[in-house]
Structure formats: structure tokens, C-alpha cells
T-cell receptor, first 111, second 114 residues
Framework: EDQVTQSPEALRLQEGESSSLNCSYT??????LFWYRQDPGKGPEFLFT???AGEEKEKERLKATLTKKESFLHITAPKPEDSATYLC????????????FGKGTSLLVTP | DGGITQSPKYLFRKEGQNVTLSCEQN?????MYWYRQDPGQGLRLIYY???????QKGDIAEGYSVSREKKESFPLTVTSAQKNPTAFYLC?????????????FGPGTRLTVL
């Protein structure tokens, strides 16, 4: 059975304190791994798609990396506006269109 | 502006009532999806549609129904058969219908059963 586990569940950082969020997955064959940001009471906002091990993508203070078993979302020198829940989702080769989501990591960045 | 709209933002339902959630997109996307989000859980797929007049059940379709009469619209009906409908409902769409296309989400509808 495909599984997606995100850790930690919650993370509190001071402004400027860099860290990483983890997304571990088990799928029969990975078609794609997706990262989203979700603010309270709003829909998820797309950040990155990664397709193969070794791939990296960057956007402002965020960098996503992918291995055969996990993905990391690195946050460099975060600001309070980076506070949100970050969601990871995987799409398996045999799942068609279905995305399997993790439970998310709630990030709080304090001034 | 291109995007996905959902209405209403908040919806209250009495026991035994059916309610319909609206989802419209002007992105010219072929595929559309409905997810349910509960506190402490990941998003779960209810239904999806790759083309007009066709749709498939997701992981938790029981108690829900959908239609896809127009490319732009994918309404979700929560029926009285859904035993625990209180949740945050999210609609998404993706481009050409390829399974590798990124799914983009609407702002969501929060449904509460009174």
C-alpha cells in the first residue's frame, strides 16, 4: 500500500533559522512528488513537482529535493510570512490521477 | 483572472438534507477533482473527471455524487447517505488531462452539519 509520511508534524523556527521538512514515501513506482503550501482556511497553493531521484527545484527561500525514498523541503532564512502548513503528495505509476497526500507539517516562523 | 472558484465558502446542512457544492474553472483544464480534508488527516480523493460526461470514484465516494456536463464545471452533491459530512471540501483541476499534470486547487468550501 502506498504511504506518505511527513515529519515533523509541527515546527517552530525563529526568523532566519534554516531547517528542512521531510516527506517519506513508499510507492510501487513514482510518477511524481508534489509540494503544496496551505494557509489556514484556504486551498493548497502549488510549489513544486519532482519526478526523479536527484532532481532539485528552488523558489525564493524554498528548495525541494528528491531521493528514491524521501523528499526534503529546505527553508533558508525563513520569514514570518513562510508560516503555513506544507503538504507533500505522491502520484504512483499505477494510480492514474490520484494523489496520495501526507498529513502535512505545520510551520510557524516567529520574528 | 484565470482560476478556480468554489461556492459557497461556508455551508450549513441539516441532517437528512442533500447539498451541492459548486466548482468552476476558467483555466481550460480537462481534468477536475474533489477532495475532502479533515483535521489531522491528509486530503482524500472523492471523485475525479478527465473529460466532460465522464467521472470516476476516488477513495471515499460513498455518500457523494458528481456531474460533468460542462468542461468548466464539476459540482459535488453531498447526500444524506454521507454519515459524517462535516469537513473542508477542495476542488482542483489539471491541464491537458495527462496524469502527470499538476493539480491546482480552489479556495475550498467548509461544510458543517447542524
Amino acid at each position: 500500500e502506498d504511504q506518505v509520511t511527513q515529519s515533523p508534524e509541527a515546527l517552530r523556527l525563529q526568523e532566519g533559522e534554516s531547517s528542512s521538512l521531510n516527506c517519506s514515501y513508499t510507492v510501487s513506482g513514482l510518477r511524481g512528488l508534489f509540494w503544496y503550501r496551505q494557509d489556514p482556511g484556504k486551498g493548497p497553493e502549488f510549489l513544486f513537482t519532482l519526478y526523479s531521484a536527484g532532481e532539485e527545484k528552488e523558489k525564493e527561500r524554498l528548495k525541494a529535493t528528491l531521493t528514491k525514498k524521501e523528499s526534503f523541503l529546505h527553508i533558508t532564512a525563513p520569514k514570518p510570512e513562510d508560516s503555513a502548513t506544507y503538504l507533500c503528495a505522491v502520484q504512483a505509476m499505477d494510480s492514474g490521477y490520484a494523489l496520495n497526500f501526507g498529513k502535512g507539517t505545520s510551520l510557524l516562523v516567529t520574528p | 483572472d484565470g482560476g478556480i472558484t468554489q461556492s459557497p465558502k461556508y455551508l450549513f446542512r441539516k441532517e437528512g438534507q442533500n447539498v451541492t457544492l459548486s466548482c468552476e474553472q476558467n483555466l481550460n483544464h480537462d481534468a477536475m477533482y474533489w477532495y475532502r480534508q479533515d483535521p489531522g488527516q491528509g486530503l482524500r480523493l472523492i471523485y475525479y473527471s478527465q473529460i466532460v460526461n465522464d467521472f470516476q470514484k476516488g477513495d471515499i465516494a460513498e455518500g457523494y455524487s458528481v456531474s460533468r456536463e460542462k468542461k468548466e464545471s464539476f459540482p459535488l452533491t453531498v447526500t444524506s447517505a454521507q454519515k459524517n459530512p462535516t469537513a473542508f471540501y477542495l476542488c482542483a483541476s489539471s491541464g491537458s488531462g495527462s496524469s502527470t499534470d499538476t493539480q491546482y486547487f480552489g479556495p475550498g468550501t467548509r461544510l458543517t452539519v447542524l
